[in-house]
Nanobody, 114 residues
Framework: VQLQASGGGLAQAGGSLRLSCAAS????????MGWYRQAPGKERELVAT???????NYADSVQGRFTISRNTSKNTVYLQMNSLKPEDTAVYYC?????????WGQGTKVTVSS
């Protein structure tokens, strides 16, 4: 399984960005896909996940500002990020969970200026 993330970049506080993550390879039973992030000097943390059934979960810090969605036919997950804050600055990683296996994308950097 390969994950290709895109959409990161520079945004001003209050602005928006949309991340995409396309999965390819041997995909047959996805448990969930999601986004995690890692800021400099900090541990990687969950941002949002979406299950195969469409249930979503968000970190408290992004609830109401970020929206995770998916296109199941394209095995692609999106993260719409609105009302960005400088503390959202991080490398964002896409994750796919399939059966007992977990796969990570290469990360896409998001920088939010104040």
């Amino acid at each position: 399984v390969q994950l290709q993330a895109s959409g990161g970049g520079l945004a001003q506080a209050g602005g928006s960005l949309r991340l995409s993550c396309a999965a390819s390879g041997s995909i047959f039973r996805i448990n969930f896909m999601g986004w995690y992030r890692q800021a400099p000097g900090k541990e990687r943390e969950l941002v949002a996940t979406i299950t195969s059934g469409g249930s979503t979960n968000y970190a408290d810090s992004v609830q109401g500002r970020f929206t995770i969605s998916r296109n199941t036919s394209k095995n692609t997950v999106y993260l719409q990020m609105n009302s960005l804050k400088p503390e959202d600055t991080a490398v964002y990683y896409c994750k796919l969970s399939q059966l007992r296996h977990h796969f990570w994308g290469q990360g896409t950097k998001v920088t939010v200026s104040s």
